[in-house]
Structures are given as structure tokens and as C-alpha cells.
């Protein structure tokens, strides 16, 4: 694994922080996929000549992002049909109006979406469902 596949992309970063996404980052990344790891503060880094960089999300800040702040659930799970293996992408919206919040289930009411992805790599498949996660907000 490469240390690069635990970020979300460039593209990504810009959408999830046009959304809202304004978490503690521990780096900044390029329009080129670069990636600088930093001090804690980041400022002193984006206020230099670096303007094109914004701060870089790791994939699991971003999938606790849409649990914690907007009730969207990413799952994925690989499937094999014996020739190859795909990932099934499985998002939860349980941000369902007029619910029962006593009920134990309230993730059983969600309406799930399904994509089916064809890849075998799995961080391109998360990728694939961050984007489609970013439909719903």
C-alpha cells in the first residue's frame, strides 16, 4: 500500500470542502496527487506561494465525516463471481424525515443505495463511493 492511498484525491478534497468538509487535516495536498505532511498548523503552509494546495482528508476522517455529520453510511463489500473481483458499494442515508427514534433499527429504515463497481482496488472503490456520497448532501 502506498501512504498516497490513504487520502482522498485532489478533485475529491475540492468537493468534500465545497460541501462543508472542514475537518483537522494532518496535510495538504496538490492539484498533482503530491502530498506534504505538515505541522499541525497548516496555515503557515497554504498562506505561501502554494495557493493550489488545500488541505488533504484521509479516507476514514471522511467516512466518519458523513456518519457524524450528515448520517450517511459507506460500506463496501467484495464480491466474487469467480472470474474477477468487484466491490459492492452499500450508502445509507438515515437522515429519514417523520422516523421512529426509538426504534433499534433506524438503520434497517434507510434507504440504501447500491452501485456495483467493477474494480478489485479497493481504495478506488471507496473513492467511487465517496463520490457517490456526495450526491446526497
Known amino acids: 500500500m502506498n501512504t498516497k492511498d490513504l487520502f482522498v484525491s485532489y478533485s475529491l478534497n ?4 465545497e460541501k462543508g468538509f472542514n475537518e483537522h487535516c494532518f ?3 496538490y492539484p498533482d496527487g503530491e502530498i506534504l505532511f505538515s ?3 497548516l496555515t503557515t503552509i497554504m498562506s505561501r506561494k502554494e495557493k493550489n494546495c488545500i488541505k488533504a ?3 476514514q476522517q471522511v467516512l466518519d465525516w458523513f456518519r457524524e455529520k450528515h448520517d450517511i453510511h459507506i460500506e463496501l463489500e467484495l464480491e466474487d463471481n469467480s472470474k474477477i473481483y468487484n466491490y459492492s458499494i452499500c450508502i445509507k442515508d438515515s437522515r429519514i424525515k417523520n422516523r421512529e427514534y426509538h426504534d433499534n433499527d433506524m438503520l434497517d429504515q434507510a434507504k440504501p443505495i447500491f452501485v456495483k463497481y467493477k474494480t478489485s482496488v479497493y481504495y478506488e472503490a471507496l473513492n467511487k463511493a465517496i463520490e457517490e456520497a456526495l450526491k446526497l448532501i
Open 27 to 29: 496535510g495538504v495536498i
Open 57 to 59: 482528508a484521509m479516507h
Open 14 to 17: 475540492k468537493q468534500l470542502q
Open 39 to 41: 505541522s499541525p498548523d
